[in-house]
């Protein structure tokens, strides 16, 4: 093809094939003369390219190089893969330390060093967060329970490891609760666990059941527990495990355990009062005013109010009587005291009709 340049120098751009070119010479109106032919080589450009899928957090990427050149070979391969590293692998797989888009390079070099550069973004999804939230403590006393829950929701599918796909779950048992959170955008999926602790109850035990007479009193026998707690609180000391109780009708205790996680059990203990007159009548008082066994104290006799007391001399005279007897005989007899001598009782209980019998001696100067 001729040129019209007409100058001693040509110069060439754009030249996509080899090409023979030759000067044609003339001067004056001399004939003209051809030059020997010279050759312009051109080498193939390789056409670099690569493919790659976007890949979740802690996922590896993989490129797949599909560089082509129509003669000749590619000799060496350059990637950047726009976070500070590199690799000189035809198709390499690389991990990303953190999330985010990165631009990656590749430049191919011919074995002519004929060089062609393919730009790419490429994305590192983050996966969807799981931060679980309870309602409670993780650690709990058999018969409660937690709900645990995701603190975030928002584009993602839930599983967890019973099998419930909904926000939350309650539990009461002891395990390691899984959750599987998908990401409905990205598809990235996100798994973690966390630990439920049930603690196992004490067992109370407030003793066996027991009969006492009225005006008596009783040990309890509580145990299996680490604290203990009594109820009703008319007991000597609640936080004991065997206080001493003296119910003046049928009474139930309950106890209250608990242990070193501070679970709790209770139980029940009955105590039956028996009206059995366990009365302790004394057979001796000493009216001197020294303020020892000035009266005659019936231990018990105010539990047992509807009673009547009558005293006599050895004449069979009455010298004392009292309906609801309080303990407040002193000896006397219309305001003085008694001489010294045995003196007899007639003590009636007028709800039931049972009658004691016995002898008071009165010592003045004892």
Known sequence: MPITNTSTTNSFINITDTTWYAAIVQNGTCVADTSLSSVVIVYPKPVTSFTTTNVC????????????????????YNWNFGDGNTSINLSPVHLYADTGNYTVNLVGISNFGCTDTFNLMVRVYPLPRINFITSGPKSFCFGDSVMIKNDSTINTTLLWSTGSTLDSITVDSAAYYALTITDTITGCMNKDSIQVIVFALPTANAGIDSNISLGSWIYLDGSGGITYDWWPNTVSDTTLSNPTVSPTTDTQYILTVSDLNGCMDKDTVMIYVKEDYNLTIPTLITPNGDGFNDFWMIKNINLYPENEVIIFNRDGQKIFGMTGYDNSWEGKYNGNLVTDGTYYFVLKFTDTGKVLKGAITVLRNK
Not at 57 to 76: A, C, H, I, P
Request: a negative charge; aromatic letters at 10%; charged letters at 5%.
């Open 57 to 76: 957090d802690n996922s590896t990427m993989s490129f797949v190089n599909t560089t082509t050149l129509s003669s000749g070979f590619v000799q060496l």
